[in-house]
């Protein structure tokens, strides 16, 4: 035997250290594909990227593992420089960036969204409390200066002035802070939505009222306001002529005692109206008398003023969400992006003239950026292959586009191309962490299957690398939430599902096959499929999507059958317990982030805000149609992870299940509660504590 370790036998006399060979030759490749969860989160993700109005200088935010700071770059070179300097991952986000018009001072909200009972976001649980202000910094840098508690903050177009709101009352400070805040006025209603004259001398918004809502304009020298064309509508997005003129606003139906679900509310028809200031008359210049009113909420600017007298609106009237161009002069509306695809963010280029989009065109479970002229005309792509790209914005003098984009592999960051386009320069590509595993992620396969009724559903395949036919890989299905949404073939542009992407490819590096499904209710499929019938507290139809790819994932001839998990967060947290609820013969496990679990008490407790969940039917057919209808049957292991400061699914949804779930006895159940976090955790240790307790639970329960 010692011959042997030495290697002199003569029958296997390399027995031994050829086996040790081997040995570390797969702990190698094992360490070649693995990573830790901390390694694949450590990248900083950017977003509210802006443009100055008079120079060639961009800024956005960048949230680098829960610090977050506001990043500028200046043409031609574009090379990243942070000029705050908040070093605390304590969940106070910044938002509502905005330049002054020469270009050198930023204002911005340090804060989050007050809960109903007015309780800022402290998921730290900060001891002092926290607020939600207003603070502008010089670009060049140095120390911030508070301006006042509030959000929304505009900058006047003679950059003396700055606007916000606060608990429902607006107010005024001069930008360089050199007073206290004001009230500027006093009026009933949820008065936001601030847009300033182009002299700056009268300021426009929208008066939220419950069931209508107002545009109003305040004469700040006149000290009076102004409501146009006030009825009993939804008046929304007030946008100016160029001269000043003229306002252009949206207007939606008021509101009714019998409601539509929220997924068919956005198509109520809708208009355009154009209010002449000097006058005081207003006229309809364009109707949608059915569909379309869902392409008004969800773009960021739904309506523009564009040169040559034209506005240019969104509508979902041909069942795919487009850019339309209306020219005022003979009221002529042309599409602009016709086809079965979809248009999100939008910017116009210096000239007035020219319009710069992400759209699915041609790819639809990717993001590339397109040009168009307002006078119509194909269409011309200015990014194309592999990548992703969103968030357009041009700079004033029109030789770049900045934007942020990603791949498969490479995380979100933002990028800079000619405005003829080409393929996106990082700016700062040094700002990617040395320790982020780009090399070792893996790229999803695009997948169809179809559901039981045959519907198409897309998905994304993770496999990890070395997989053959014959192994018992255990598999994994990812739900996304919304259920307005869409993943796609890359890292994702939303940093909550940047972050869904960074844990599926961490789950695929520990050996599991990951499928995440674009099931039915969602975007970038037309709105046929977003508003597929029966949906949610409606029927769950899209369940039958979830089962499809649960046996899609059966086929694999790499997966084991019978080790099929699910995750998912908020509606894919919904459909996770739906799952182990309906069909825990099915799913083997689940790890359920924020979830809804009872569409009736839901109905109940805030229907009149979103699912109009109402009568005695609609709340028996919600519950049938909810998680806790079937728990009875629920047997597979399970965790609830949720923040008790959730405002978008209330925590008694998940206190609720857990209690039935432990008076039945029949299912494994564990729970991860962060107390003071909200629905999407505003702390970088909160989603690193929450992925780690899902994989070693999936661990125990797959493996």
């Known amino acids: 035997m010692k011959a042997g370790i030495r290697g002199k036998n003569k029958n296997g006399q390399?027995?031994?250290?050829?086996?040790?060979?081997?040995?570390?030759?797969?702990?190698?490749?094992?360490?070649?594909?693995?990573?830790?969860?901390k390694d694949v989160l450590s990248v900083p993700f950017p977003s509210h990227i802006i443009v100055a109005q008079r120079k060639d200088r961009v800024a956005w935010v960048f949230d680098d593992q829960g610090k977050r700071n506001i990043w500028v770059a200046d043409g031609p070179n574009y090379v990243a420089r942070r000029i705050t300097n908040y070093t605390e991952d304590n969940g106070q986000e910044i938002s509502h960036l905005g330049f002054s018009p020469d270009g050198n001072i930023l204002v911005y909200v340090l804060g989050g969204e007050p809960n109903k009972r007015g309780e800022y976001p402290n998921p730290n649980s900060n001891p002092e409390g926290v607020e939600r202000d207003v603070w502008a910094i010089k670009v060049k840098g140095g120390k911030p200066w508070k301006l006042g508690q509030g959000t929304e903050p505009v900058i006047s177009p003679k950059g003396d002035l700055v606007v916000f709101r606060n608990q429902g009352k607006v107010f005024v400070v001069p930008l360089n802070g050199t007073q206290k805040p004001g009230v500027l006025f006093k009026v009933r209603g949820n008065n936001r939505f601030f847009n300033w004259s182009p002299d700056g001398s009268q300021l426009a918004f929208v008066s939220i009222r419950n069931d209508h809502s107002f545009i109003g304009i305040y004469n700040l020298g006149k000290k009076e306001i102004k409501w146009l064309l006030p009825n009993v509508n939804r008046d929304l997005c007030p946008v100016w002529s160029p001269d000043g003129r003229r306002i252009a606003f949206i207007r939606l139906p008021g509101a009714k005692m019998k409601r539509k679900p929220i997924w068919d509310v956005w198509n109520a028809p809708f208009s355009i109206w154009i209010f002449n200031i000097y006058t005081g008359?207003?006229?309809?210049?364009?109707?949608?008398?059915?569909?379309?009113?869902?392409?008004?909420?969800?773009?960021?600017?739904?309506?523009?003023?564009?040169?040559?007298?034209?506005?240019?609106?969104?509508?979902e009237q041909d069942g795919w969400m487009h850019l339309y161009s209306l020219l005022l002069r003979d009221r002529k509306v042309l599409c602009l992006t016709p086809g079965r695809y979809e248009v999100e963010n939008l910017a116009i280029g210096p000239d007035g003239k020219t319009l710069i989009f992400n759209s699915n065109k041609g790819d639809i479970d990717r993001r590339h950026l397109w040009e168009v002229s307002i006078y119509g005309g194909e269409p011309k792509p200015l990014t194309s292959g592999k990548g992703i790209e969103w968030s357009p914005v041009v700079v004033p003098s029109g030789k770049n586009i900045v934007l942020i984009c990603s791949t498969a592999k490479q995380p979100a960051a933002p990028a800079v191309i000619p405005i003829k386009g080409g393929r996106p320069k990082l700016i700062s590509p040094e700002l990617i962490p040395t320790?982020?595993?780009?090399?070792?992620?893996?790229?999803p396969v695009k997948v169809i299957f179809k559901a039981g009724d045959g519907l198409k559903i897309h998905g994304q395949l993770f496999v990890p690398e070395g997989v053959k036919t014959g192994d018992s890989r255990p598999g994994i299905i990812f739900?996304?939430?919304?259920?307005?949404?869409?993943?796609?073939?890359?890292?994702?542009?939303?940093?909550?599902?940047?972050?869904s992407y960074a844990f599926n490819q961490y789950l695929v590096s520990k050996g599991y096959v990951v499928l995440s499904v674009n099931y039915r209710s969602g975007i970038g499929y037309g709105a046929a499929f977003r508003t597929a019938p029966n949906q949610g507290p409606e029927g769950a139809s899209e369940y039958q999507d979830i089962v499809a790819g649960a046996k899609f994932l059966q086929r694999l001839p790499f997966v084991n059958p019978l080790k099929i998990g699910l995750w998912g967060g908020s509606y894919g947290g919904y459909l996770t317990a739906l799952g182990l609820a309906r069909n825990s013969d099915l799913f083997t496990a689940g790890v359920d982030f924020h979830g809804v679990h009872d569409w009736s008490y839901r109905g109940m407790m805030r229907g009149s805000e979103d699912w109009r969940i109402e009568g005695r039917e609609e709340l028996r057919v919600a519950y049938k149609s909810s998680p806790v209808a079937d728990v009875d049957s629920w047997t597979s292991?399970?965790?609830?992870?949720?923040?008790?400061?959730?405002?978008?699914?209330?925590?008694?949804?998940?206190?609720?299940?857990?209690?039935?779930?432990?008076?039945?006895?029949?299912?494994?159940?564990?729970?991860?509660?962060?107390?003071?976090?909200?629905h999407d955790f505003l702390m970088h240790k909160t989603w690193l504590k929450a992925y780690q307790a899902s994989a070693n639970f999936f661990d125990r329960f797959l493996k």
């Open 281 to 315: 008359k207003g006229e309809k210049v364009f109707e949608v008398v059915k569909g379309g009113g869902f392409a008004q909420y969800y773009p960021h600017h739904p309506l523009l003023w564009a040169g040559n007298d034209h506005l240019i609106f969104y509508s």
């Open 479 to 499: 739900m996304h939430g919304g259920p307005i949404r869409q993943m796609v073939l890359g890292w994702h542009y939303f940093e909550y599902y940047h972050n």
């Open 14 to 37: 390399w027995l031994i250290p050829l086996l040790f060979f081997l040995f570390l030759s797969l702990v190698s490749y094992k360490n070649l594909l693995s990573f830790t969860l």
């Open 435 to 443: 320790n982020f595993p780009i090399k070792k992620i893996i790229k």
């Open 637 to 678: 292991p399970v965790l609830f992870i949720h923040g008790d400061d959730d405002r978008n699914v209330d925590f008694i949804q998940t206190t609720d299940l857990v209690q039935r779930l432990r008076e039945l006895g029949k299912a494994h159940v564990e729970t991860l509660i962060f107390p003071d976090e909200i």
